[in-house]
């Protein structure tokens, strides 16, 4: 290994290997037993310039052994512990500047730190103040599992070395814990603001990770210097107290408490500049433990900026804000807002921190959605140039707004969500002209463009809504039609992003409102539908896709409801299908193949595709078009047609489902069975299942296994299975054991048989409920589930892919760390 | 080996033969922010910059038809609110609109502004700022020359020739004046009414006029360093608004003034902008901006080309009213890309003017006026622009004209580009009249010159569907203040209309140039002093004169010497030589006569600098022997009293006086007192 540096034997890989196995022996007899890892060690020592590579390795592989007490001690015994992570290891030598030399160290610190004699080696050795040190780290990494080491053992000290339990009259803190807390108290006394910083980071992961009373103890000691950071603006400390403030907030010791705890975050709230206290407000607001009067001032935090585009915009009476009072200086979030290079970020994060708010299911506060709306489109009409404000401050604002996408897009968004509360009705009218303005003007770009068609369809929805409850079709027509007028348009578009785009938001609101009578009038009133069908044709491969699942979902407006209209398309029923297979069997990409099979999946669902026959030879054709299909997602998407189709087969001949239902008699059932057995043979399902376990992608095979077994169950009661022994005596029983052990090589089958040359007739009822009941199905299932060479997710082969395909350069192996 | 040069203040009067001002001024002979005509006197020359001609004048005309149109000749004359009909001849009414029943006339320059024989030179920017030029050339005996490159002179030939080609071959039998008298003009409904200059209106020029105005014009290319009397270097940069478009730099050795005039900063088919010549301005000229700030050209194509599709799509025709160069080459290559994806390959493009054919040809020809892109296309070799497949695969077909082949080839739906984009004349005419009944037809405006409603207004009622799609690539207020952050210039100067945002948009105040300091404005018929004074002019020394010369260092790193010279001034150039030598002592008795062309040279006196420490002075007065001396602060200095000798010496900054009463000995003792404080050189 010391010599080595091929790329399969990459040392990262060895040490995660070695420690998982050896972390589960905590005996010393490893190390005993295999003096080699001694050795290793001392040899790596001896070297004169070990390869830091090396050397990190050899500094966790130390750190791994030293896990165990037992072992600590034998490495110990040698020195070698004191020789890597002592004074006079790599620590003080030149090779200390690499980077992964410093990691490997704070690593193997890291693991060996699960017992006393580990940190009290440590704290003797002066090892505190190196992992301080490197708490500053140019390297992240380093920086980070520095901070992370110490939580680590300021955690064990305390929980390891206490003997009695702390308070706050006596806080007698073992030694190793004193050290680190005497550590954190000066740094935040110190002025050295990235000092304060790595104190306040250590203090954040502390409180995150250990919920136990002696953090409040800890607390307490540093309580009134945290605080006072909120009011001195000497040090810049500010950013970092909405994190510790949160984290202390999720945990038992401090939510709990009366007064103090809150009363900082209180003050927090009022003293941190907007972009500092909006992630503390927002996680404020998703926390339920929190206080209402503390709920509520986050929440006046979080609404300050929109309610002073509110007020900026300078808007009738009954919309004058969003606040009754604010919580800080409202010239704060002005004078933020009147500037360019703070007004863009400040929006767009309160926009992303409200629309992850209205995402959550359940709030725990109410908010005022109508004013938010007002507030949206405002910013929405700034952006667009649409609005004249009066107030010197809207001048400025709408200045700066002017075409600022970023700003559109997470307005847009937020949009789209509170589209789902309730109380913004009275707006509706207004909102649809801001929608259409965007959805109609040229400057729109692509991006927004489709977040507002997003934003429109689920509007449409919560209008159709509406217009249900207060008969104001009049309303909805309009809009609806001006909605459609643009949409064609959009479908026009030289850029196919926006006929992407406007295909989905076609398919968006077919599937909302395929049921509406006013939505199907203005619809096939309109152009659209023959536009769409234009789109299967157009030249991006994404578009054509989109364009195959928005005409799958137009046809069941327009082909397979009751009362399908009379339309003078150039596609009728047939012709669509027909237009669907052949983009099925001949389009060259991928996209339009997988959607059109998933649509067909989908009418089959919906039960579209006409009696049984016509769905059986609808199947069979299908089948036939997508056996050979090189993208393993047609393939897969065929499977999951033919696992419907069987379904929706067996079930309409009468047998039951469901182990509950009641037993129809024997003899109606093996008709049935027969019945359908025959229909799946003749449609050529067998052929397809067996083959697709072969697949050379898993994904197919195993869902072809899957679906085998379930057909199974209803050929073959459990009690009934047959036993393969025997079996071999027919024609058919040789064939089916041929074909199991065909089967049994997996995907090396590399020649299967197609034309049941072999003897299997995959079209022979009796040959397939036989391979059925013999062929063992449960073992092929586990074997194509341990296989893994489609979908592979261990971190080693990815290592090792990662490093066959870049080479071994030195710097490379680096990277892959 | 270079002359030394010398750069010496200048006085505002010297010398010069001609009265020089001091100061740049720019005199506004358009109101027209994109046709510009301004005229630049700077240092001793007259130069015009750009020539544009303000068309939006011919909206008030009605169109001209080519066909005879039953429509427009039986449209009512119109009639004042007290009944008389006197007018009924010359004004129409349609649709609530009055019309001009006359050949149309365009709202030329200023001329009275300044006498324009005295133009020395015009710099043209692009093609479409040069409509105006037989107008100046050929009217207002101007004698100069006019600069342009080669694809503006012929791109702008193309322009004019079709101009008055569209005019021309529709004969008029009257022509309409009496509306124009000033108390007429009043009682007229508005815009009418509003028309400014209406006297000054002049009909269409002709192909003679035309040809010699493009004869005075001499091409130049872009970097060419142009001398103007050796007073002034002009040279035209890349724009990147049109094929040959070019700002101009025109500068002195002291002074730099830039004008720039329809620049482009996206990448469409001209040469890229060339930005970096034009920092370090005195005085950057800001104009032809875009006309339409809020509409995006990507979008705007998008939109044109959506439309068009639409159109095709529901079988209806579609109408282009366009200018035969220009953003037409960047829409054929568009729809280039986009027929075949929308199902648009058998819809067949019709190209009509009668200048269509050259216009397409020359796009091709240009190549080291294009984008880089289409350059490399040169060398592959294919044609640079698109549309030579277009019309190799007949989906563009091209035409003079409606009449002949075009009848025969047309077919319907299609798509039809034509001029001229005011829809008074040419083509588009014809066109309007034939599909503005129907409402499956579209005509899409693109070019944002003329104001679509008022362009549409004598068509009215119209069934016709319009899209506004104006494409103006031309720099807009983003742009314009990144441009001016980056070539940083003293001062800008642009037309009134940039320093407000627009009258229909009064809360987009992002809609102006915004620059510190705040930038000048003029308007028509304004004279604008810019805001410089000339300091320096530059004097080269003959070198022999040089060698002549002994510096004396008066403080560390400066040095002086005095200079007795001839000024010799010509052509704008100024030429220290050696003085004449001293006249040779007569060699005979005779008294010769002083030769009267050569200058007497007398002998130098030193010059004196310093400053006469009083303190010190007295103190030396008093060791010379002059007792009883005061003192006596002035506003300018002091006055040494001997009260004895009944003497005065005023010590002032610039001079010194002795002031005695016929003593002669005293004054010189006096005098070189003075002096030894004193340093001569």
Known sequence: MREDRSPGSDSLFYGLFLGNTWSLDPTAKLVQDNPCLTEFITSVLALPEPSPSILSFTLRLAGILAASENRFQLLQQEKLLVRLFGRDGPLNSALWEDASVRSGWVEGVHSMMHHQPALRFLCDGGGIDVIFTLQGDPSLFVASAAGQLLVHMLTLSVESEMTKPLSTKDCDWPACAQMIIKRIEDSLQSSSSSHIEQSLKLLTSLFGSCRATWTEVLWLGIAKQIESFLTEETVQAQHMLANLLLSMAWSPVFCDTEGGFWALVTSALEHLTPVQAGPLAVGLLRLYKCPQDVRIQALTVLLQPMDCILRAASQPLEYAGLLDESVSDPATVESLLSSKSSCVSLLCQTLAHLEELLSLIHLPVDLPYTSLLHSLMTILQFCNGFLSPASPLGSTISRILINSFRVQRSALDVLAALSERKGCDTLLGSLFDVLLAYLESPNTSPTVLKKTFQATSKWLVRLQELSCSNSQWQQTEKILEDVFLVLQKRLCSPCWEVRDSSLEFLTALIKCLRDQDEFRQSLLSSEVLKLTENLLEDPESYVRASAVTAVGHLAFITYFAPESPAIGNQYNKENTVAKLQEILSTDPEGFPRRAVISIFTKWLRQGCTGQLEDTERFVSRVIQTVEHDLDWEVRLGGLELVEVFCSQTICQLGLPKCPYAPVSSAVTSSIHQNESLHIFCRAKVFNFLFQSLCDCDKPVGQRACDILLGLRCNFYPVSTLKDSQGAEDSRAGRSVAWLQRTLRQGSLAQSFPTDGGNGVDFQDPESMLLALGTIDLEELHDELNKSSDHVEKSPQSLLQDILATVGTIEENEADCY | ?681
Not at chain 2, 208 to 219: C, F, H, R, T
Not at chain 2, 401 to 418: A, E, R
Not at chain 2, 529 to 555: F, G, N, Q
Not at chain 2, 659 to 673: Q, S, Y
């Open chain 2, 1 to 681: 080996a270079k002359s030394p040069i010398l750069a010496i203040p200048e006085e505002p009067s010297n010398s010069f033969s001609k009265k020089r001002n001091p100061h740049a001024e720019v005199y506004c002979l358009s109101g027209h922010p994109t046709l510009p005509c301004n005229v630049l006197k700077f240092k001793s020359t007259t130069i015009m910059l750009d020539c544009g001609l303000d068309m939006t004048s011919t909206l008030n005309f009605l169109p001209l038809p080519l066909v005879q149109s039953p429509r427009l000749s039986k449209l009512p004359g119109w009639v004042l609110k007290d009944g008389s009909t006197f007018l009924d001849k010359e004004l129409k009414e349609c649709s609530g609109h009055v019309f001009v029943d006359s050949v149309p006339e365009f709202c030329l320059p200023e001329t009275e502004l300044l006498d324009l024989s005295t133009v020395d030179v015009i710099l043209i920017s692009n093609y479409h700022c040069m409509m105006a030029l037989p107008y100046i050339t050929e009217y207002t005996g101007f004698t100069g020359t006019v600069y342009a490159t080669e694809p503006t002179v012929q791109i702008g030939r193309l322009l004019m020739e079709e101009l008055v080609n569209s005019i021309e071959r529709v004969p008029k039998a009257q022509s309409a004046s009496m509306w124009k008298n000033k108390e007429v003009q009043r009682l007229l409904p508005t815009p009418l009414k509003d028309a400014v200059e209406v006297s000054m209106w002049r009909k269409c020029y002709t192909m003679p006029e035309v040809n010699a105005a493009l004869s005075k014009i001499q091409l130049v290319g872009y970097s060419q360093k142009i001398e103007l009397f050796g007073a002034v270097q002009v040279t035209p940069l890349s724009s990147g608004y049109a094929l040959g478009s070019s700002n101009w730099i025109i500068q002195s050795h002291y002074e730099k003034v830039s004008y720039v005039s329809g620049s482009s900063l996206l990448t469409t088919h001209p040469q890229p902008m060339d930005q970096a010549s034009l920092k370090n301005s005195d005085v950057l000229i800001l104009t032809g901006l875009t006309q339409i700030p809020t509409a995006n050209p990507d979008g705007m194509v998008g939109e044109f080309c959506s439309n068009l599709a639409m159109t095709v799509r529901n079988g209806g025709n579609v109408l282009v009213p366009c200018y035969p160069s220009g953003v037409i080459y960047d829409l054929l290559e568009c729809l280039y890309q986009y027929i075949d994806s929308a199902g648009l390959s058998n819809v067949p493009f019709y190209f009509i003017s009668p200048v269509a054919n050259s216009s397409l040809e020359f796009s091709q020809i240009f190549a080291e006026w294009l984008c880089h892109n289409k350059q490399t296309k040169v060398y592959l070799p294919e044609p640079p622009f698109p549309h030579a497949e277009l019309i190799q695969t007949n989906k563009l077909k091209h035409y003079p004209s409606i009449h002949g082949d075009f009848s025969n080839d047309f077919k319907q739906p299609c798509v039809v580009f034509t001029g001229h984009p005011s829809l008074r004349f040419g083509d588009v005419v014809h066109f309007m009249e034939l599909w503005g009944k129907s409402s499956l037809n579209t005509v899409i405006f693109t070019e944002p010159d003329f104001s679509y409603l008022d362009a549409l207004a004598p068509y009215q009622p119209l069934a016709m569907k319009c899209v506004y799609c104006p494409i103006d690539t031309r720099l807009n207020f983003i742009q314009v203040s990144k441009l001016l952050k980056e070539v940083q210039p003293l001062h800008v100067v642009c037309p009134e209309q940039y320093t407000q945002p627009p009258p229909t948009q009064s809360h987009r105040t992002d809609l102006m140039v915004d620059c510190q300091p705040p930038p000048m404005s003029y308007r028509r018929a304004e004279v604008l002093t810019l805001p410089y004074k000339r300091r320096y002019e530059k004097i080269e020394i003959m070198p022999e004169l040089a060698d002549s010369l002994v510096p004396l260092e008066i403080k560390p790193g400066i040095s002086l010497a005095t200079v007795s010279a001839v000024l010799h001034t010509k052509d704008n150039k100024h030429v220290l030589q050696l003085p004449p030598k001293p006249p040779q002592p007569p060699a005979s008795k005779k008294r010769k006569r002083v030769s009267d062309d050569v200058p007497e040279c007398k002998p130098l006196k030193p010059l004196l600098s310093g400053s006469i420490p009083v303190d010190q002075f007295v103190q030396t007065l008093e060791k010379h022997g002059f007792s009883d001396v005061k003192v006596e602060d002035t506003a300018k200095g002091h006055i040494v009293l001997l009260q004895e000798a009944e003497t005065l010496i005023q010590i002032e900054e610039d001079s010194t006086h002795i002031i005695c009463d016929n003593d002669e000995p005293l004054r010189v003792k006096l005098r070189d007192l003075v002096l030894k404080f004193l340093q001569k050189f």
